[in-house]
T-cell receptor
C-alpha cells in the first residue's frame, strides 16, 4: 500500500531560522512522483514542486530546497531564513506511476513568528 | 500551470439538501479530480472525473452520494447529495494537463451543513 508520513504535526520557529519539514513515503512502484504543496490560512493549495523517482538531484528554488533520498524513502523540504509569510500547512504527496491520484501526508503546520 | 476557478467559494446548506460545485479551467486538461478536506485534516481523493464517461470513484465514495459530470475538457461538477453535518468540508478540484504531470488545485469550496 502507498503511504505518506509527515511526522511533524506542528513546527514553530522564529523568523530567519532555517526549518526542515520531513516527509517519508512508502510505495512498491519503481516509477512514482513526489509533490509538496503549501496551504496558507486562506485555504488554497499552492503547488511547490514535483519530483519523479528517477531524479534524485536536490532542488533549490530561492529560499526553498528539497532533498530526495530513495535509500531512506524521504523527500524533505527546507526553508532557509524563514519569513512570517511562510506560515502555512505544508503537504507532501505521492503519485503512482499511472498518474492522477495523489496520496497526501497529514500535513505539517509551520508557524513563523516575527 | 492552469487557472482554475470554483463556484461557489463557500456555502451553508441545510441537512438533506444537495450542493453542486462547479470547476472551470482556462485551458483543456486531460485529467480532473475532486478531493475532500475535512476540518483540520489532509486531502482525500473522491473521484477522477472522466470526460464523456462515468467518474472513477475511490473506496468509500459512491456515485449516489457524489455524482460527478465532466462534459468537456475544461469543466466538471461535483454534487454532494443528501447533506449531513459530516459533509462539512472543503471540496477542491484539481487538474493535470497530462497524466503524471504537475497537479494544480482550484481555490476550494467551503461547505458547512447545518
Amino acid at each position: 500500500a502507498q503511504k505518506v508520513t509527515q511526522a511533524q504535526t506542528e513546527i514553530s520557529v522564529v523568523e530567519k531560522e532555517d526549518v526542515t519539514l520531513d516527509c517519508v513515503y512508502e510505495t512498491r512502484d519503481t516509477t512514482y512522483y513526489l509533490f509538496w504543496y503549501k496551504q496558507p490560512p486562506s485555504g488554497e493549495l499552492v503547488f511547490l514542486i514535483r519530483r519523479n523517482s528517477f531524479d534524485e538531484q536536490n532542488e533549490i528554488s530561492g529560499r526553498y530546497s528539497w532533498n530526495f533520498q530513495k535509500s531512506t524513502s524521504s523527500f524533505n523540504f527546507t526553508i532557509t531564513a524563514s519569513q512570517v509569510v511562510d506560515s502555512a500547512v505544508y503537504f507532501c504527496a505521492l503519485m503512482d506511476n499511472q498518474g492522477g491520484k495523489l496520496i497526501f501526508g497529514q500535513g505539517t503546520e509551520l508557524s513563523v513568528k516575527p | 500551470s492552469a487557472v482554475i476557478s470554483q463556484k461557489p467559494s463557500r456555502d451553508i446548506c441545510q441537512r438533506g439538501t444537495s450542493l453542486t460545485i462547479q470547476c472551470q479551467v482556462d485551458s483543456q486538461v486531460t485529467m480532473m479530480f475532486w478531493y475532500r478536506q475535512q476540518p483540520g485534516q489532509s486531502l482525500t481523493l473522491i473521484a477522477t472525473a472522466n470526460q464523456g464517461s462515468e467518474a472513477t470513484y475511490e473506496s468509500g465514495f459512491v456515485i449516489d452520494k457524489f455524482p460527478i459530470s465532466r462534459p468537456n475538457l475544461t469543466f466538471s461538477t461535483l454534487t454532494v447529495s443528501n447533506l449531513s453535518p459530516e459533509d462539512s468540508s472543503i471540496y477542491l478540484c484539481s487538474v493535470e494537463k497530462v497524466a503524471g504531470d504537475e497537479q494544480y488545485f482550484g481555490p476550494g469550496t467551503r461547505l458547512t451543513v447545518t
